[in-house]
């Protein structure tokens, strides 16, 4: 069977002991927690994935605050495999600290910093910078022993396999490694699937599952053939979107990975707890399907 996890950003109404027991219901065994400071003006507001999240640690979490989470782990026979913060390409010092709190967590990977593009500045610039970062990245998950990793993810310079693999190519493949994100690459950064997972190779260190697709927006309605259409993207249900989840899984058993997969359905289709079962039930049938 798959090896399941639960990316915590898609799950913010719950906290973290909820979240734990309906990961245990659900059947999914492992827990990327999601980290960052939760300004106090947010947590006035309606749970959301990016802004009043329940079930996000600070990274500057205390002894209380690590209990919390690492108890409700142990307590649903849970296990963290990543924590994943939203740290800026050159943190030295903040990478350092979250890494110290995964290791108090359990945690094996850390999701770190890549540069976004947004046309202001040029990517071989962006580049040199990520590879700096990254040099002393490789030494803190060296001394860490943890497992730092490169996100593809739309609107940075590692939206597509291979751009993430030119970055982390020069480093050992033990401490840096690529979050794969097919979903993330509808927005950007489309390429065969199993072509990039066979570039990344040793890289391959994780995956995140769920989709995403395009519609094509004209203001009055229709499409004038002589004029561009504008085009714009939005989530879906990991069923329903561009991303031919089987083909992927099967790329993925083709290249050999046996790592685990990581839900963040954003497309709003179903509540939490329902999200965690549909994908555990979905998993589970086309892993199946695939024997």
């Given at each position: 069977m798959p090896k399941l996890s639960i990316f915590t950003v898609a799950a913010p109404d719950l906290t973290p002991e909820e979240l734990c027991q309906a990961a245990a219901d659900a059947g999914i065994a492992g827990l990327e927690w999601r980290c960052k400071d939760t300004p106090a003006e947010l947590l006035a507001e309606q749970p959301s994935f990016w802004g009043h999240n329940r079930c996000t640690i600070s990274p500057n979490a205390g002894e209380a605050e690590i209990g919390r989470f690492s108890r409700a782990a142990r307590e649903h026979d849970r296990r963290t495999?990543?924590?994943?913060?939203?740290?800026?390409?050159?943190?030295?010092?903040?990478?350092?600290?979250?890494?110290?709190?995964?290791?108090?967590?359990?945690?094996?990977?850390?999701?770190?910093?890549?540069?976004?593009?947004?046309?202001?500045?040029?990517?071989?610039e962006l580049f040199a910078q990520a590879t700096r970062y990254l040099q002393e990245v490789e030494r803190l998950a060296i001394e860490y022993g943890l497992k730092a990793l490169v996100e593809?993810?739309?609107?940075?310079?590692?939206?597509?396999?291979?751009?993430?693999?030119?970055?982390?190519?020069?480093?050992?493949?033990?401490?840096?490694?690529?979050?794969?994100?097919?979903?993330?690459?509808?927005?950007?950064?489309?390429?065969?699937?199993?072509?990039?997972?066979?570039?990344?190779?040793?890289?391959?260190a994780h995956v995140h599952v769920k989709n995403a697709g395009w519609r094509s927006v004209s203001p009055d309605g229709t499409a004038n053939h002589l004029e561009p259409v504008e085009w714009k993207s939005a989530w879906a249900p990991i069923a329903n979107g561009v991303v031919p989840w089987k083909q992927v899984l099967r790329d993925l058993k083709a290249v050999g990975y046996d790592g685990w997969f990581g839900v963040e359905d954003f497309s709003g289709t179903f509540d939490t707890r329902a999200i965690l079962r549909t994908y555990a039930e979905q998993m589970n049938r086309w892993m199946e399907e695939m024997q």
């Open positions: 495999i990543a924590v994943t913060p939203y740290l800026s390409c050159g943190d030295v010092e903040g990478t350092e600290q979250v890494m110290r709190l995964a290791k108090r967590l359990g945690a094996s990977m850390v999701r770190v910093g890549v540069p976004g593009y947004d046309r202001s500045t040029p990517y071989n593809t993810h739309h609107a940075t310079i590692a939206p597509s396999a291979s751009l993430a693999h030119r970055l982390v190519s020069p480093f050992h493949p033990d401490a840096v490694g690529v979050l794969y994100d097919p979903g993330n690459m509808v927005h950007e950064g489309f390429e065969n699937y199993r072509m990039g997972m066979e570039l990344l190779g040793p890289y391959l």
